[in-house]
């Protein structure tokens, strides 16, 4: 009997050591956005062991609908969506950043959940759940990005955008003249689109744009006033 209990000691100092090599640092599990906007769910995790190891990160639950994008995105890199699972190198001690399961809201609100699966490569018993709850708000207000007594501007949506992007503006002196004009990271222009009083959004062509970086920049009277940044993903 005492040796059957020392034994089960040993098997659970084991798995309790075993389950302490990475912590999981973001703990909220619900997020908010609205309609046609980009949600970033960040995935941080720190190495708590004194040796290099690769760690899996993986999609296994979402009820997101054909509207909606989701995919994982490092840094300014993002996979394809449809890829369910991303690995990456993380040294003893060091915590992984800047890696974020990205969605593409869509045209519906609603109420929906993603669950996430965290584990050492090679040791799934390791692993830990993440599971996310994300309400998605049909009357979300759009990000106002600039207000003048000449203008007010929300942000382009959805960014990324693959196909055509909209700008919501309020023009409030009819005797200014307002355009957003479209340039590459070189500042080469791509497009403009004039912004007339009598009219409150603007369509922004993104079709035949390479996927890539690009800026968009508000000018009124010719000068330039902000400069944002638009992705444009195929």
Excluded at 20 to 46: C, T
Excluded at 65 to 93: H, M, S, V, W
Excluded at 198 to 227: C, H, M, R, W
């Amino acid at each position: 009997m005492k040796r059957w209990i020392i034994m089960s000691w040993l098997v659970m100092g084991w798995v309790n050591s075993i389950a302490q090599s990475f912590e999981l640092l973001d703990k909220q599990d619900s997020y908010q956005s609205g309609v046609s906007q980009v949600l970033r769910i960040p995935l941080s995790i720190k190495n708590t062991t004194d040796k290099a190891q690769f760690y899996v990160f993986r999609k296994v639950q979402d009820d997101l609908n054909t509207t909606q994008k989701g995919y994982f995105c490092f840094d300014k890199t993002c996979l394809e969506p449809g890829i369910e699972e991303f690995t990456r190198k993380i040294e003893a001690g060091e915590t992984l950043q800047n890696l974020y399961f990205t969605i593409e809201t869509g045209l519906l609100g609603g109420q929906h959940s993603i669950k996430f699966e965290i584990f050492p490569q090679g040791s799934v018993y390791q692993t830990i759940e993440r599971p996310i709850s994300v309400t998605i708000d049909e009357h979300n207000v759009k990000a106002m990005v600039f207000h003048s007594k000449d203008i007010t501007i929300h942000d382009v949506y959805p960014n990324p955008v693959s196909d055509q992007a909209s700008i919501d503006y309020s023009i409030h002196n009819e005797l200014i003249k307002a355009k957003v004009v479209i340039h590459n990271i070189l500042g080469k222009p791509l497009g403009d689109y004039e912004l007339p009083p009598s009219e409150n959004k603007v369509k922004i062509q993104a079709d035949e744009l390479p996927a890539g970086v690009y800026f968009y920049t508000l000018y009124l009277n010719n000068e330039g006033v902000f400069t944002r940044k638009l992705i444009v993903r195929k």
